[in-house]
């Protein structure tokens, strides 16, 4: 079993829906919850990061962490076109030197 | 742009042949990990630095190496290049303490192994 799941997708929604990404993990030793952003042949770029449970709002992005699931989320609000991207996850232990990532979701959002 | 920069952005190599990559760390960072990402895939982690000494590698043979340098920019270097190696090569630069686990990534150096 993979430390950290995520459906790779693909998945396409019009222009203004709400997108939910979700991950999950194994490895209750988790603390800091990352999501990011890849264009297509480009490094990822980090969108937000969360420590422990709970919820952080970034604009039209949302991050949730539920460790007693050991279940991640992303929500983005109103997609635009621009967002048509892999979003990958990402966590670490704190003490561990390495982010654990999901395989990315690739999401098209449809003018 | 989060100021970390790789060298080259693209490299072909044939197999058996040995790769230096590159990596300057975001200004104020003294962490610097690479990871190996597949067509398709996640990063997979190969190991960090820290003050020029490796702080902890994946499952990744010795024929892969790195080095830190005292104004923290890192070399990653692979020897006996296999076709497998092909792949996107991450640097992510960090902070300290808990800010070490949030890790910013550069653009990547895509290595073709013919």
């Known amino acids: 079993q993979k430390e950290v799941e995520q459906d790779p997708g693909p998945l396409s929604v019009p222009e203004g829906a709400i997108v939910s990404l979700n991950c999950t993990y194994s490895?209750?030793?988790?603390?800091?919850f990352m999501w990011y952003r890849q264009y297509s042949r480009k490094g990822p770029e980090l969108l937000m990061y969360?420590?422990?449970?709970g919820n952080k709002e970034d604009g039209r992005f949302t991050a949730q962490v539920d460790k007693s699931s050991k279940y991640i989320s992303l929500f983005i609000r109103d997609s635009q076109p621009s967002d048509s991207a892999t979003y990958l996850c990402?966590?670490?232990?704190?003490?561990?030197?390495?982010?654990?990532f999901g395989t990315g979701t690739r999401l098209t959002v449809i003018p | 742009e989060t100021g970390v920069t790789q060298s080259p952005t693209h490299l072909i190599k044939t197999r058996g042949q040995q790769v230096t990559l590159r990596c300057s760390s975001q200004?104020?960072?003294?962490?610097v990990s690479w990871y190996q990402q597949a067509l398709g895939q996640g990063p997979q982690f190969i190991f960090q630095?820290?003050?020029?000494?490796?702080?902890g590698r994946g499952n990744f043979p010795p024929r892969f190496s790195g080095l830190q340098f005292p104004n923290y920019s890192s070399e990653l270097n692979v020897n006996a290049l296999e076709l497998d190696d092909s792949a996107l090569y991450l640097c992510?630069?960090?902070?300290?303490?808990?800010?070490?686990?949030?890790?910013?990534f550069g653009a990547g150096t895509r290595l073709s192994v013919l």
């Open positions: 630095y820290y003050r020029e000494e490796e702080n």
């Open positions: 969360t420590y422990s449970s």
């Open positions: 990402a966590m670490s232990n704190g003490g561990a030197n390495n982010l654990f």
């Open positions: 992510a630069s960090s902070g300290t303490s808990g800010a070490k686990n949030i890790q910013y």
């Open positions: 490895n209750s030793a988790f603390q800091y």
């Open positions: 200004s104020g960072h003294n962490t």
